[in-house]
């Protein structure tokens, strides 16, 4: 298991979501989840949670948007582009920890 950092949306209301996939459901903290494949139209087919190893995503907006401190397990890297993040996790179990 390790640390890492997921860049979530929230929503007037507080809620937390994901910013793309699956993107209804409502994230809750301290709780460990599974990943589910989810595939999306206009996508890209990458299954898990995508995760940075530091709070940083250049070629995302933050507006309306929060970062969160994450534990992360069974999991594999996949190098970005550094104007993407460079290093992200695929994470097949996580834990939302908290927003920073």
Not at 15 to 31: A, E, P, Q, R, W
Not at 85 to 100: D, E
């Amino acid at each position: 298991m390790m640390i890492a950092y997921k860049l979530c949306r929230q929503k007037k209301n507080g809620d937390l979501t994901s910013l793309f996939i699956n993107k209804k459901v409502v994230i809750l903290l301290n709780t460990w989840l599974d990943a589910e494949p989810h595939q999306t139209k206009g996508f890209a087919f990458r299954p898990g949670f995508h995760c940075t190893a530091s709070p940083n995503a250049p070629h995302l907006s933050l507006t309306n948007r929060v970062w969160l401190k994450v534990e992360i397990d069974d999991y594999k890297e996949d190098i970005r582009p550094l104007n993407q993040g460079g290093k992200w996790f695929l994470a097949n179990k996580i834990k939302f920890l908290k927003t920073l």
